[in-house]
């Protein structure tokens, strides 16, 4: 018997490195919503220029969403999909009625430096794991994120 799943990690590691993966499911979903409802509400000057931003943020995380979760499923392991679970999960709060521009993109920022810290978590457990698949996914997710998250904080001055 064997201690390794069928695309050859130890299942131990398969497994732990599963667990952190629906931390940063639940996370992107909360993030997800959150944009999304930056998207719907943002008011004020730079309404169009953020609203279409928003719209570029939220579709990127939903792709993201998909790509985690079938992650999960490629280590042999079940992702979570209640909205219940996804709220116990995550670090990132539900940001609930937020319209000003400023405060949205402090959202954003927030949740992208969260994801970052995450990410980069999963990527150093990925490494011991000899696991290339999931480090090369959240590793790219890294670097695309630090790029947003330094345009977002000069967009903030």
Known sequence: MT??????LHEASASQLAEKLNHLLANYQIFYMNVRGYHWNVKGPQ????????????TDLL????EVAERILTLGHKPVHAYSDYVTLSRIAEDKDV????????GVLEGYQTL????RE???LAS????EGTAAQVGDYIREQEKTVWMLGAYLG
């Open 3 to 8: 201690d390794t799943n069928t695309i050859g």
């Open 47 to 58: 309404f169009f220029e953020l609203h279409t931003k928003f719209e570029e943020f939220y």
């Open 63 to 66: 792709a993201k969403v998909d």
């Open 99 to 106: 319209h000003d521009g400023e405060a949205c993109v402090r």
């Open 116 to 119: 970052i810290e995450l990410q």
């Open 122 to 124: 999963i990527l150093a």
């Open 128 to 131: 011991d794991a000899d696991d």
